[in-house]
């Protein structure tokens, strides 16, 4: 059964209220705030510099348009009750949409917004042991995969679905790992710490092998309130969906690596 199906009758009131616009907008709402403030960085940054990429708007605006898609509205209600959606809405949130906005390079637009002292204070925060810490790939790949395996294999799937701010913090938690997990990875944004290709490989060898066992668990062993039919059908998506936006993951970490050691190299490697 479901977890949408497992609400006995009296927690209606609860059920409807989880499911309700309020936690959406709650997860909707910072992705529009923050594509406002890039649009205005934007405005603000080509006064002084040459325009901004063209494509990089692109990115972020499709990256936000997915987040906002995965977390609010029909697919955000069916992926309460339906595990496969539930799935759908997991990749575009905590995959697709990190990797498209990272794409976006904000960093580097604020930095171009910025007044000289208010960027340097934000570069030496970029410099700082948290900072570094949390870019780790290994770190980033425990904080996103390990967080997966939690979700999935413990209760905690099932007690989501009754607690709203457990919701909450679920899913800014799939977010915030992946585009940790991805700027660990591929170097879009200007980086202090940087860590060899061959580091960021093996490590990225290790989370997709990470992925692809868990989706495999998955399919035998379905989380708590979800049936056999959707545990399956969400193992598949999982699989394969994780596996071809990773491909696009380990395309652009190949790029840079070739570009990087070529005579001239490119340095944003």
């Known amino acids: 059964m479901s977890p949408h199906h497992s609400i006995t009758h009296g927690d209606e009131a609860t059920h409807l209220e989880i499911i309700g616009i309020l936690p959406q907008l709650g997860l909707a709402l910072p992705f529009a705030i923050v594509f406002v403030l890039y649009v205005i960085a934007i405005v603000r940054s080509n006064r002084w510099y040459k325009p901004w990429p063209r494509y990089r708007t692109v990115c972020w605006t499709i990256g936000v348009v997915l987040a906002?898609?995965?977390?609010?509205?029909?697919?955000?209600?069916?992926?309460?009750?339906?595990f496969t959606a539930h799935m759908?809405?997991?990749?575009?949130?905590?995959?697709l949409a990190?990797?498209?906005?990272?794409?976006?390079?904000?960093?580097k637009l604020l930095l171009r917004t910025l007044r000289i002292p208010t960027a340097r204070k934000v570069s030496k925060l970029l410099k700082s042991s948290p900072s570094r810490l949390l870019t780790n790939p290994?770190?980033?790949?425990?904080?996103?995969?390990?967080?997966?395996?939690?979700?999935?294999?413990?209760?905690?799937?099932?007690l989501m679905h009754e607690n709203i701010l457990l919701h909450l913090i679920v899913h800014f938690h799939v977010f915030i790992a992946g585009y940790l997990f991805t700027i660990s990875v591929i170097y879009i944004d200007p980086r202090p710490h940087?860590?060899?290709?061959?580091?960021?490989?093996?490590?990225?060898?290790?989370?997709?092998?990470?992925?692809?066992?868990?989706?495999?668990?998955?399919?035998?062993?379905?989380?708590?309130?979800?049936?056999?039919?959707?545990?399956?059908?969400g193992a598949i998506l999982m699989y394969?969906?994780?596996?071809?936006?990773?491909?696009?993951?380990?395309?652009?970490?190949?790029?840079h690596w070739f570009r990087a050691s070529r005579p001239n190299g490119l340095a944003t490697s």
């Open 68 to 82: 906002i898609f995965s977390v609010m509205g029909p697919l955000a209600r069916f992926a309460y009750m339906n």
């Open 88 to 95: 759908i809405s997991h990749l575009l949130f905590g995959m």
């Open 98 to 107: 990190p990797l498209l906005m990272a794409f976006g390079a904000p960093i």
């Open 138 to 158: 290994i770190v980033s790949s425990i904080l996103n995969i390990g967080g997966l395996w939690l979700l999935y294999t413990t209760s905690l799937y099932f």
């Open 194 to 233: 940087r860590l060899s290709f061959w580091y960021r490989s093996i490590v990225l060898v290790f989370a997709l092998a990470g992925h692809g066992i868990l989706s495999k668990y998955i399919y035998a062993h379905p989380p708590i309130g979800v049936s056999i039919e959707q545990a399956k059908s």
């Open 240 to 255: 394969y969906g994780g596996d071809a936006i990773d491909i696009v993951l380990i395309f652009i970490l190949c790029l």
